[in-house]
């Protein structure tokens, strides 16, 4: 049976990588539980080595009980997966670069020795227990032949799957499709991708690695990440359930919540302009859209809002008809006629009001109604 495609969620781990974000370790469990709650099938929990604290915080989450695998970042070092064993984790990420000038400028191995090494690690590691995904770093500006040959051997030693990653984010959908489909010919359907967002192609780059076979993909809320980050695990989420028959029940409602959770930990506020967690994502303005999605939503909404965990929010302005008028003053339980509807509108434009809240149209509708309020008369001074 083909395998579901699935998300491995790092923003524990890529995510904490931002420039400027450091998660509380109490954030740390209350992201995990959420993930987990999503339904993210892997959780990469961060990179023990690093530090004492990121140590403890990955076996903290790996003693969570989840129903996610709980992934360690490692090092193609035998202490890096000594430290994720002492965290109690189900698999670990080993990475180690195959590309010409790492190896020759970093590294200094050839490929036999860097063969030799990603083999011995990977041996260790599951002689130890642990599943084991193996990433040659910068993939995809790596000699084919060799990220091929480099591959099969850690397979070879007992790697359970291969991880692309477009380390820089340089690809385009078409080459990521292309490059993944070649390796899984090569090792199997044991394919996974991770792509960064540096030409803003992340999430399409990841789509495009499930269509050349990746079976798991990388993603991190809210798009955090090094640079311009990784694809945004809302986004990748919502187009692969509705653009694919093998995505699991992911759900997707609780995306809001898990996106505000990680704005607030990471002190990065959601972009109102994000696509299904962004404040905008919903919201509907001038006024032929307006119009036209109250007859049929499917005019100008792709994603049924309610699916997200969203609703739909119609803005009064100045671009605005008399449908989104007469719709936000039912919304409050008004029911203004149509000469109310319109007095109100022409105020809004007159006075070139944006973004009317509930409040402010309540009182033009007062205004329309009772007539302009009289100013407040001066106080008398004492004599």
Known sequence: MPMAVQILDSTLREGEQTRGV?????????????????????IEAGHPAVSRRVAESVRAIAHLGLEADVVAHARAMRADIDAALACDVDWVGIFFSVADKRLEQQF???????????????????DHGLQVRYTPEDTVRSDFGRVVRVARAAVEAGADRISVADTTGVMV????????????????????A???????????????????????????????????????????????????SDAPPWDLASLPGLAELV?????????????????????????????????????????????VGRERYI?????????AVRH?????????????????????????LNDVADGDLALLLLEVQRGPLAPLAAPEVAR
């Open 22 to 42: 450091v998660f509380r370790p109490e954030d740390k469990l209350a992201i995990a539980r959420q993930l987990d709650a999503f339904g993210a099938g892997y």
């Open 108 to 126: 200094r191995k050839n490929e036999e020795q860097a063969i030799a090494l990603v083999t011995d690690v990977v041996a260790y590691a599951k």
């Open 173 to 192: 959908p078409w080459r990521m499709r292309d490059f993944v489909a070649a390796l899984t010919l090569e090792v199997g359907p044991r394919v996974h």
């Open 194 to 244: 991770h792509c960064h967002n540096d030409l803003g192609l992340g999430v399409a780059n990841a789509l495009a690695a499930v269509e050349g076979g990746a079976i798991v993909v990388d993603a991190c809320v809210n798009g955090l990440g090094e640079r311009a980050g990784i694809a945004d695990t809302a986004t990748l989420a919502t187009a692969l359930t509705l653009t694919r």
């Open 263 to 307: 704005g607030r930990a990471s002190s990065i506020p959601v972009p109102h302009l994000a696509p299904i967690t962004g404040r905008n994502a919903f919201s509907h303005n001038a006024g032929l859209h307006v119009a036209a999605v109250l007859q049929d939503p499917r005019h100008y909404e792709s994603i049924p809002a309610a699916l």
């Open 315 to 323: 803005v009064v302005d100045a671009f605005s008809g008399k449908d």
């Open 328 to 352: 936000r003053l039912e919304q409050i339980g008004a029911r203004p006629s149509l000469e109310e509807v319109e007095r109100v509108l022409g105020l809004v434009k007159e006075r070139g």
